[in-house]
């Protein structure tokens, strides 16, 4: 039976960043996209089905947030990370980095230490510096073949006074799905040093299968008390433009500071469609996910395995979670500031300079391969010729 994510879809012309601002980032307008962090599938048809449903009611003024939604949220959060939230725990905001944000600016002042490790998703740095907070990078390290959290690092950079921390798992764009061992030992050192954890767990969903995500604050009270938690059904099921993500907050007196800023800011509405879309998904799209997840497993093995053979000296450290590959290049002959726009010129792929991940991401190249796996194959062909010309 032929797979639905084997669908090659046209998503030029419908206004997606992906797609349609290749031209002004790159310079040039045919590149295959590899870049930006959403999926060329279409998002499974309960979710669409809801949102038509929701279009054809032809009315769309203000709404709140539905107790259906919450319920199906809760109930994804027990099912599939077995992790029971009350209902009073939970808040929102539009977007993942939104939030981050929000919360930066609400729990800590100008001037105050915000912990990140690098190589990390590039709009952490933004979010700590455009809100004047003092970045402290405690960089991740390759152990045993993995990337790993160098803890003593870590706990030196509490101790000399960074109180909050970003903390990204499952991790882009390494691709790690932190184990249980290590959570817990992040845990004590937040404990002990008394740290807030701002943990983006935007990618809890999308681990390869073999690995299981464990929320951060499900492991116990202290913890739980420390962390606020962001989760989305954006990169799961690829509805990055609902703009709505779910925030975690066990902590009375957090949660109530958080949406005294969300009142602020006035942004407490819920987008009309992206409430429905998201509920259907959590509800009824557990089944897509796993096929999903079993076809990204396949396209990575596929990537990885091909990129050995015909151009070996690039070197991927196998991923875990999330559909994006942190290519290292460094053995390329080609100079890594220049590597971005050879190939996007040359190979005419489209992927994300490793810089923007931090100094630690120089030489290296964030690959997105959740498309059809042809969509791969053709990239890599054209990745191979250019490099053979050089
Ligand atoms: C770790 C991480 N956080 C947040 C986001 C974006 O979240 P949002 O679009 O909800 O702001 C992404 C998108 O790729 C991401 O990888």
Redesign the pocket.
């Known amino acids: 039976m032929a797979c639905r994510f084997d669908v090659v879809t046209e998503r030029s012309g419908m206004n997606s960043i992906k797609w349609d601002k290749v031209q002004d980032i790159y310079g040039c307008s045919i590149a295959i996209p590899m870049w ?2 959403d999926m060329d599938f279409v998002p499974p048809e309960p979710v669409v089905e809801a949102v038509v449903q929701r279009a054809q009611l032809g009315f769309y003024g203000y709404e709140s947030t539905p107790e259906s939604y919450v319920e199906a949220f809760r109930n994804w959060l027990a099912v599939r990370h077995g992790w029971d939230v009350p209902e009073e725990w939970l808040a929102f905001s539009p ?5 981050l944000s929000l919360a930066v600016e609400t729990f800590t002042s100008p001037g105050d230490q915000i912990v990140i490790q690098p190589p990390v ?1 590039h ?1 952490f740095f933004a979010v700590i510096e455009r809100n004047e907070r003092v970045l402290v990078q405690n960089e991740l390290v390759v152990e045993g073949g993995q990337y790993r959290i160098d803890f003593a690092d870590l706990k030196r950079k509490f101790a000399q006074g960074a109180k909050t921390m970003i903390f ?1 798992s499952p991790h ?1 764009p390494v691709g790690r799905v932190w184990t249980e061992t290590e959570l817990q030992q992040l845990a004590e050192l937040v404990k002990q040093y008394e740290v807030l954890v701002l943990a ?1 767990e ?2 809890a969903d999308l681990t390869l299968p073999g690995h299981s995500h464990r929320p951060l604050a499900s492991l116990n009270e202290d913890i739980a008390s420390r962390c606020i938690t ?1 989760m ?1 059904p ?2 799961t099921f690829n509805v ?1 433009g609902f ?1 709505l ?1 779910n925030v975690i907050i066990r902590n009375d007196e957090l949660r109530e500071r958080y949406c005294k800023t969300m009142q602020r800011l006035s942004l407490g509405g819920m987008n009309a469609f992206g409430v429905r879309g998201a509920e259907a998904a959590y509800r009824h799209c557990a089944p897509w996910l796993d096929e999903l997840r079993d076809y990204l497993k396949g396209n990575v093995e596929y990537t990885l395995a091909e990129l050995e053979k015909r151009m070996p000296a690039i070197k991927v450290l196998p991923p875990e979670g ?1 559909y994006l590959l942190w290519l290292d290049c460094r053995a390329l002959p080609i100079p890594p500031d220049k590597l971005n726009r050879f190939l996007a010129t040359e190979a005419r792929v489209a992927l994300n300079d490793g810089a923007m991940f931090g100094q630690m991401g120089v030489g290296f190249q964030r690959m997105n391969i959740a498309c059809p796996r042809q969509t791969i194959t053709k990239a890599l062909l054209q990745m191979e010729n250019a490099f053979e010309k050089l």
């Open positions: 930006v962090a977007g993942v980095v939104a939030g998703y709009p990204c882009n983006d935007i990618w962001f989305a954006s990169k990055a703009h993500s999330t």
